[in-house]
């Protein structure tokens, strides 16, 4: 099944996806479906800097800031069972103690009867990130205005979408202003404050850092391999910590509030889950990522979450950077 639906300045190829991941898969040219659309509103508004960083970035930077990343990420255990060993260790008593303070955070709530999950949840999850990306904790009354950024400035502007699609609209009087104009003065200050939260962080990190020294966190990582490779410099680290953040945060956040909700409808469901964890974990230690294979229950449970929540509807777009020939 093949056909192209054209959205403003750039054509949408729908193609049946087990034969566009075979194809992938199978021939050279799979790389040349991963560029990113040359989009204004998009680089503008969602980037700490044009075409750097992980999401965004296109050609030989998106190759080497993507393989970079998952490199530096699978060192320190994410996704291998080697999270058991080395410096892992560590970032599971993060993961711990972030969980502890969202634990102490809800018990502090005189209100019993009227609880928001949303804020405990998005610095709990905001915590972790800081911890992997920066290797440190903050308190929550420090991260509150960093916490609340995201769904602000997009709530403001519901036409940015429009305006992605088409391009063309925000050069328009008026209407560019809806569609573009309008979401970059509201999300101005909010964008600067997450730009000025990562540069901070990122040169605090980096402040009594040698690149000789053992890294204990991302940045660290990063600027140790900083010295073998053009594309990795400050502003593409810069980019890829803000898209952690970014891309992250709220996904985490909206997925745990769905599992809050959800369990609490179904407390049938909830039971069954913690039956699972408590036979094949125990109380007397952490989950490790070998215990994936007994958990079938609490695997389909994710997965039967993620449906039910549809988080991110449509992935980012993509373009070919030379014209390719699909065998169908």
């Keep these: 099944m093949l056909g192209t639906l054209?959205?403003?300045?750039?054509?949408?190829?729908?193609?049946?996806?087990?034969?566009?991941?075979?194809?992938?898969?199978?021939?050279?040219?799979?790389?040349?479906?991963?560029?990113r659309p040359v989009n204004k509103s998009m680089q503008e508004t969602l980037t700490f800097a044009p075409y750097k960083g992980v999401t965004f970035s296109n050609g030989d930077n998106w190759i080497v800031q993507r393989r970079t990343a998952l490199s530096i990420l699978r060192d320190f255990g994410m996704g291998k069972n080697v999270m058991e060993e080395k410096i892992s260790i560590i970032f599971r008593v993060?993961?711990?103690?972030s969980i502890a303070d969202y634990i102490d955070n809800l018990n502090s709530?005189?209100?019993?009867?009227?609880?928001?999950?949303?804020?405990?949840?998005?610095?709990?999850?905001?915590?972790?990130?800081?911890?992997?990306?920066?290797?440190?904790?903050?308190?929550?009354?420090?991260?509150?205005?960093l916490m609340e950024?995201?769904?602000?400035?997009?709530?403001?502007?519901?036409?940015?979408?429009?305006?992605?699609?088409?391009?063309?609209?925000?050069?328009?009087?008026?209407?560019?202003w809806y569609t573009l104009?309008?979401?970059?003065?509201?999300?101005?200050k909010a964008i600067l404050q997450i730009s000025a939260f990562v540069v901070a962080n990122v040169d605090k990190t980096l402040e009594n850092y040698h690149s000789d020294d053992e890294p204990t966190c991302f940045v660290q990582a990063?600027?140790?391999?900083?010295?073998s490779n053009e594309f990795l410099d400050l502003m593409n680290l810069y980019g890829c910590c803000a898209d952690f953040f970014n891309a992250g945060q709220e996904t985490t956040t909206i997925t745990l509030l769905w599992a809050v909700l959800l369990f609490a409808k179904h407390?049938?469901?909830?039971?069954?889950l913690r039956s699972e964890v408590f036979s094949v974990v125990g109380k007397d230690r952490l989950p490790v990522m070998a215990d994936q294979s007994q958990m079938i229950f609490a695997r389909a449970c994710v997965l039967e979450l993620q449906r039910v929540a549809n988080i991110i509807s449509m992935n980012g777009p993509k373009v070919t950077s030379r014209d390719v020939v699909i065998r169908t």
Excluded at 267 to 272: G, N, S, V
């Design 6 to 35: 054209f959205l403003g300045g750039f054509g949408v190829l729908v193609y049946f996806i087990f034969r566009y991941y075979r194809y992938v898969s199978l021939y050279p040219a799979g790389d040349d479906f991963i560029d």
């Design 94 to 97: 993060h993961v711990r103690l």
């Design 109 to 145: 709530i005189a209100d019993t009867d009227n609880v928001d999950f949303h804020k405990p949840i998005q610095v709990m999850v905001g915590n972790i990130i800081n911890e992997v990306l920066f290797g440190f904790r903050y308190k929550d009354a420090e991260c509150a205005p």
């Design 149 to 176: 950024y995201l769904l602000d400035s997009f709530a403001d502007s519901p036409l940015l979408m429009l305006g992605m699609g088409f391009p063309i609209l925000t050069e328009l009087p008026i209407i560019g």
């Design 181 to 188: 104009g309008r979401y970059k003065a509201v999300a101005a």
């Design 222 to 227: 990063y600027k140790q391999r900083m010295e």
């Design 267 to 272: 407390a049938d469901i909830q039971e069954k």
